[in-house]
């Protein structure tokens, strides 16, 4: 049973649109989410982190939104560039030093 | 210059053979993760490590073993067992923060090709 999905496996978006990428969770329990970009053959980059204390952040272009009673985060990219183009995992953990749980990710296709 | 590394990038092995991933990291994190990736299947938690001489199984743990010995390294090796081995093995490791808000930083993957 999937504890963390995205359900989009892929997006496509024009350069200098807006990339909405979403994620949904079943686990009440966890409190603090995490996006990752990942590129062929490499290992995740960390993008940016919320804890469920908060229902929003924002890093430059990367805002991450939370919302808490309907268990869905999503990631807003703007404005969407060509390097963006990535594979997206979203991931949740449970305080208390669990692992992370992953999403099977969404890949952004930014044309330009 | 700190960070993860994992050697080789591309690894070949016959049928039958036990193969380890290395896995090193200068960062002093307490903890240490191995992933694996197939297409379509996002990344699967195979073991991880909070502290030296200790590891957990994750959800794909059978056909696999780990040892940690050192706090900075944390080797895979993917035994005969395990059925499918060829895919993207991925290490990760994390400062384990107390209050648990714990992010974890990816090593660069390692491609092993099972012939």
């Known amino acids: 049973d999937q504890q963390v999905k995205q359900n989009s496996p892929s997006l496509s978006v024009q350069e200098g649109r807006i990339s909405i990428l979403n994620c949904d969770y079943t686990?009440?329990?966890?409190?603090?989410f995490l996006w990752y970009k990942k590129y062929p053959a490499e290992g995740p980059t960390f993008l940016i982190s919320i804890s469920s204390i908060k229902d929003k952040n924002e890093d430059g272009r990367f805002t991450v939104f939370l919302n808490k009673s309907a268990k869905h985060l999503s990631l807003h990219i703007v404005p969407s560039q060509p390097g963006d183009s990535a594979v997206y995992f979203c991931a949740a953990s449970e305080s208390g030093n669990t692992p992370l749980v992953f999403g099977k990710g969404t890949r952004l296709s930014v044309i330009a | 210059d700190g960070g993860i590394t994992q050697s080789p990038k591309y690894l070949f092995r016959k049928e039958g053979q036990n193969v380890t991933l290395s896995c090193e990291q200068n960062?002093?994190?307490?903890?240490m993760y191995w992933y694996r990736q197939d297409p379509g299947q996002g990344l699967r938690l195979i073991y991880y490590s909070q502290i030296v001489n200790d590891f957990q199984k994750g959800d794909i743990a059978e056909g696999y073993s780990v040892s940690r010995e050192k706090k900075e390294s944390f080797p895979l090796t993917v035994t005969s067992a395990q059925k499918n081995p060829t895919a993207f093995y991925l290490c990760a490791s994390s400062i384990l923060a107390s209050g648990g808000a714990d992010t974890q930083y990816f090593g660069p993957g390692t491609r092993l090709t099972v012939l």
């Open positions: 960062l002093n994190h307490d903890a």
């Open positions: 686990n009440s329990m966890f409190d603090y």
